[in-house]
């Protein structure tokens, strides 16, 4: 039931843009995204709801298809502090309070 | 204001001994988590916990044990360390308010079981 990221890692440079996506086989209620820096603790980016919502703060923006069970992180303009890895988190409709993460998606930002 | 800590910060132990991870947050969450980080498999949830007193299994509990008599508190316990134990484990907790919410991560703590 873990879900699955894509891709696995990425590479940038500085200004361009890069889309992480996320897929569940189950029906979703809820997906998460972390950032979590190398040696440091995962850090709370967005919680996706609603089919079809899209939120996002400075140039970095998710959307999430209910109907197809998938979430895409974007971001734009990548700055050399966007390197990390990203997980999304998913809650299923069936499992209450419980969130289960993917493997990560590492990107790096070269300048 | 501490927040959310982790104690031991590193910690090495052998294989079979007992070894307890401590978990402490000063926010009053209501729900408390211990996962596990190893390359390739993401943040892995062990176990769980909504209330003092109430715990559930995650994905990957065989080998664990947790107790929660307080709500500051959530102690992770391996009772028979093995190697395959060898992991970050990451403590979160999250106030929880309504359906779903964040989630606050420790710093961590680094285990290696020789």
């Known amino acids: 039931q873990q879900p699955v990221q894509s891709p696995q890692a990425v590479i940038l440079r500085e200004g361009e843009d890069a889309v992480i996506n996320c897929s569940s086989s189950?029906?979703?209620?809820?997906v998460h995204w972390y950032r979590q820096k190398h040696g440091e603790a995962p850090v709370f980016l967005m919680i996706?709801?609603?089919?079809?919502e899209q939120k996002g703060h400075d140039k970095i923006s998710a959307s999430f298809n209910e109907k197809k069970q998938q979430s895409s992180l974007y971001l734009t303009a990548s700055q050399l502090s966007y390197s990390g890895t990203y997980f999304c988190g998913t809650e299923m409709k069936t499992s209450y309070d419980k969130v289960i993460f993917g493997p990560g998606t590492s990107l790096s930002v070269i300048p | 204001d501490a927040g959310i800590t982790q104690s031991p910060r590193y910690k090495i132990t052998e294989t079979g001994r007992q070894v307890t991870l401590m978990c402490h947050q000063t926010?009053?969450?209501?729900?408390m988590f211990w996962y596990r980080q190893d390359l390739g498999h993401g943040l892995r949830l062990i176990y769980y916990?909504?209330?003092?007193?109430?715990?559930d299994k995650g994905e990957v509990p065989d080998g664990y044990v947790v107790s929660r008599s307080k709500t500051e508190n959530f102690p992770l316990t391996l009772e028979s360390a093995t190697r395959s134990q060898t992991s970050v484990y990451f403590c979160a907790s999250s106030p929880l308010r309504g359906r779903t919410d964040t989630q606050y991560f420790g710093p961590g703590t680094r285990l290696t079981v020789l």
């Open positions: 926010w009053s969450h209501s729900y």
């Open positions: 916990s909504a209330a003092a007193d109430i715990t």
């Open positions: 189950k029906a979703l209620y809820s």
């Open positions: 996706l709801l609603k089919g079809g």
